[in-house]
Every structure is written in C-alpha cells, then in structure tokens.
C-alpha cells in the first residue's frame, strides 16, 4: 500500500518561498508518475508541476504555465521523497496542495489518473 505524506506548507507574504515535501512509502513499480497538485476554494483540483519517472530515471518535469520559472519538482531517490520549491508565490497560489501518484505515466496530470494521494498541505500567501 502506497501512502504520500506532505508537509512544509504555511503562511507567507507574497514574494515569498516555501518548500513543499512529500514522503512516500510503499512501493510503485518504474515508470511511474509524480505530481503536485492543488486546489483553491470553490476551485477544481489541478496539476502544478509533475515528474514521468523511467526505468532510466526522471524525466524532464513539467509545470502548468501560472507556476513556470517559479516552481520547481525535484525528488530525492534515496529517500523516497518529492519536493516542489515555490518562489516568488503570489496570493493566487494559495491553496491546499497535493501530492499525487499515477501508475505506469502522468496522463497530462488528469485528476482522475492518479491512484495515490496525501492528506494535503495548506498554503496561504498574503499580499
């Protein structure tokens, strides 16, 4: 049974950073996908940033245009661990953010492709 926990949310002013990180236990067979996504108040779920991992590694990850140049997707292997490092956070990025597994690929980062999820980690970014 595979379980994602996040942590590292909080409250920032915007032009702030925050380090998002999601431990994972379990296992997932290679390839597989990782993903954080978030949801706003009265607002669908939606994909931030996702990362395809091969049998030969991590592929190139890839962000939603509100949070390119901004966020980063990195994981560290050793540690079972996904991370997404936010900068220059505005107040349209908060929302309760999610760490996300998908079997096999990342679908485009299609909610309803994801088979594992975490509890979420709140972020709030004042202006």
């Known amino acids: 049974q595979v379980q994602l926990v996040e942590s590292g949310g909080g409250s920032v002013q915007a032009g702030g950073s925050l380090k998002l990180s999601c431990a994972a236990s379990?296992?997932?067979?290679?390839?597989?996908?990782m993903a954080w996504f978030r949801q706003a108040p009265g607002k669908e779920r939606e994909v931030v940033a996702r990362?395809?991992?091969?049998?030969?590694?991590?592929?190139?990850?890839r962000y939603a245009d509100s949070v390119k140049d901004r966020f980063a997707i990195s994981r560290d292997n050793a540690r079972n661990t996904l991370f997404l490092q936010m900068n220059s956070l505005k107040p349209d990025d908060t929302a309760m953010y999610y760490c996300?597994?998908?079997?096999?690929?990342?679908?485009?980062?299609?909610?309803?492709?994801?088979?594992?999820w975490g509890q979420g980690t709140q972020v709030t970014v004042s202006s």
């Open positions: 996300a597994a998908a079997k096999v690929g990342c679908y485009a980062g299609v909610v309803s492709r994801f088979d594992y």
């Open positions: 379990g296992y997932i067979d290679t390839p597989h996908c």
């Open positions: 990362l395809y991992i091969s049998r030969s590694g991590p592929g190139e990850p």
